[in-house]
Nanobody, 120 residues
Framework: VQLQASGGGTVQAGGSLRLSCTAS????????MSWFRQAPGKQRERVAL???????DYADSVKGRFTISRDYDKDMVYLQMNNLKPEDTAVYYC???????????????WGRGTLVTVSS
């Protein structure tokens, strides 16, 4: 099972970016999918999560600006980021709880990060 994130880049403050993450491999069931971020010198923090039935939750710092969504058919999760601020600059990571086809248990997986840089 692999998670592949894409969509990072450099944008000016006030701009928008859309991150995408695809789960591939021996995926049977995907439960919670999340986006985390880690800024230089700071701890990794969860930005947003989405559970089955599209239940979502956001960090206070991004509420009203970021939107997380899923495509259940394509095993994908997205993060639409609007009104970006310089403090949003970080490496963004996709995370998911996945049950592989070869197991009765769920495992937590991380994708490789994608860098988002917001210039002032």
């Amino acid at each position: 099972v692999q998670l592949q994130a894409s969509g990072g880049g450099t944008v000016q403050a006030g701009g928008s970016l859309r991150l995408s993450c695809t789960a591939s491999g021996s995926v049977l069931i995907i439960d919670t999918m999340s986006w985390f971020r880690q800024a230089p010198g700071k701890q990794r923090e969860r930005v947003a999560l989405i559970r089955s039935a599209d239940v979502t939750d956001y960090a206070d710092s991004v509420k009203g600006r970021f939107t997380i969504s899923r495509d259940y058919d394509k095993d994908m999760v997205y993060l639409q980021m609007n009104n970006l601020k310089p403090e949003d600059t970080a490496v963004y990571y996709c995370n998911a709880d996945i049950r592989p086809t070869y197991s009765d248990d769920d495992y937590n997986y991380w994708g490789r990060g994608t860098l988002v840089t917001v210039s002032s």
